[in-house]
């Protein structure tokens, strides 16, 4: 199932393999891993690529009702903005952003 939810300067849509590298870099990053994970803080490189395989796989089957993680991208001339990309948790109705890609 290919889901995503635009507006006039965002997409929202689901994870695919091309964005594990984005998302490696972002689970490695200190100030963002300091608030995700139980405990919180960045994993060893191999436990940080498994995570992140997994979540792609999840988001990949879709069946999470609409929940999980996507990817947060800036339509168009707003591609340019650094603000422009991301990764959000939640669903197609909320969400809560995770990090700046």
Do not use: C, N
Not at 59 to 66: E, I, K, L, Q
């Amino acid at each position: 199932m290919s889901a995503s939810l635009e507006t006039p300067r965002l997409r929202l849509r689901r994870l695919v393999p091309a964005d594990e590298a984005d998302l490696i870099a972002l689970d490695s990053d200190p100030d963002v891993m300091r608030h995700v994970g139980s405990p919180a803080g960045v994993k060893s490189p191999e436990e940080t690529a498994e995570r992140v395989r997994r979540r792609v796989l999840d988001s990949g089957r879709g069946d999470h009702d609409g929940l999980g993680f996507w990817r947060v991208e800036g339509r168009a001339d707003d591609l340019a903005r650094p603000h422009a990309r991301g990764v959000a948790r939640g669903s197609m109705t909320s969400y809560t952003p995770v990090g700046r890609l």
